[in-house]
């Protein structure tokens, strides 16, 4: 019964928010993980050979391998399996031209081994071999890794600011996960694909009144780090960000319905802790390095501009609840807040909403349908509106001011 109602959802899913990768792209299958001695060895066949090279991070311990994009046909479930002291391994396209596999270390390992045999017929094989090492022996290794990988990386960001003569007001709508990423997995159904498809109707819907301009972080099944997520809203003047996520609870399956958070050092409570300090691994789950303390612009300026920023998020969170509550479940304390690294745009009005529980069959059910999906695309809609008429300072707008000027 549970394995029905999960191979329909998926099948509903998958339709709106599973955009297949370009089929240019080499396709890699038959992954196979295995000890063999003191070694442990990760092949996968490639429709044809490309350029592979290999890392390894630190806290947590991975070993990560690139490649140029690459379509994965391998089932989840052969990489949920590990091998030897591989916990488990994990792939997906990272970037639009970089593809990604992780491998969990639960003991220091380096990488003896990253290469592509050709094979005959023009295919190619992927041979990823990794042998135990000292604690040592990895730090220095993952402290190198690190270097390079600052040296080689200054993150491009597509668009810069509202067009000129733009008066509508732009919103920018954040799906949470994606990619290498996918966020909370119930089933056969992840997080990513469910938040995807409600953005994706959420834009759509926006755009269709003709009163705003709507970007979004991601509209396909792509990894985007947190940082950048906020950088693009920035990027883009955004009057107001809208980050989208479906949580699930292992332990409380008659846990369910709809919250919306606000960001804030204090979290009100220890669950909204807990969610945060989940969903702020994202980048970490992908194999990024945490770039804690990266964008600190200067002092009291910028807590006066937080500060302003924080009340016109809460005033949006307020009209979230209360329309969405008009029309959906909601969570029985639905308004919260927590330090979710994704609302720490110091001058853009940020809201989280957890649109319900994947974990809750109920909920479940909820999200993946679509009468659901409009009806709750239509209340968020009129929050917005309403959050825009009530503000006669266009939010956002004040604070931006305090930290003039913004690039
Ligand atoms: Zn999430």
Known sequence: MAFGLAALLAAGVSA???????????????????????????????SRPVAVTATVIAGPDRAVIDLPSVNFQVQPANARRGAGFVSAFRFGLFTADKARIILDLAQPALVTKAEIREMRGGFGELVVELKRAGRAEFQAAAAESAARAREASAPALPGAGKAPGETRQVVVIDPGHGGIDPGAVVASISEKSVVLAFGTA??????????????????????????????????AG??????????????????????VY????????????????KENQADAVAGLESEEGVQDIAGILMDLAKRETRTF????????VERLGGSVKMHKVPLRSAGFRVLSAPDVPSVLIELGYMSSPRDAELLNSESWRLQAVSAVEAAIDGYFERERTPAGKAAAAVIAPKE
């Open 16 to 46: 709106v928010s599973n955009p297949r990768p370009p089929s240019d792209f080499p396709v890699a299958t038959d992954a196979k993980i295995e000890q063999v001695g003191d070694t442990v060895r990760l092949t996968m066949a490639l």
């Open 202 to 235: 959420l834009k759509r819907k926006l755009e269709a009144s003709g009163r705003y301009v709507v970007r979004m972080t991601r509209d396909d099944d792509r990894f985007v780090p947190l940082q950048e997520r906020v950088a693009i809203a920035r990027a």
């Open 238 to 259: 955004a009057d107001l960000f809208i980050s989208i996520h479906a949580d699930s609870l292992t332990q409380a399956q008659e846990v369910r319905g709809a919250t």
């Open 262 to 277: 606000t960001g804030s050092e204090r979290a009100t409570d220890a669950e909204s802790a807990r969610l945060a300090a």
């Open 313 to 320: 998020s809460s005033v949006f969170a307020r009209n979230l």
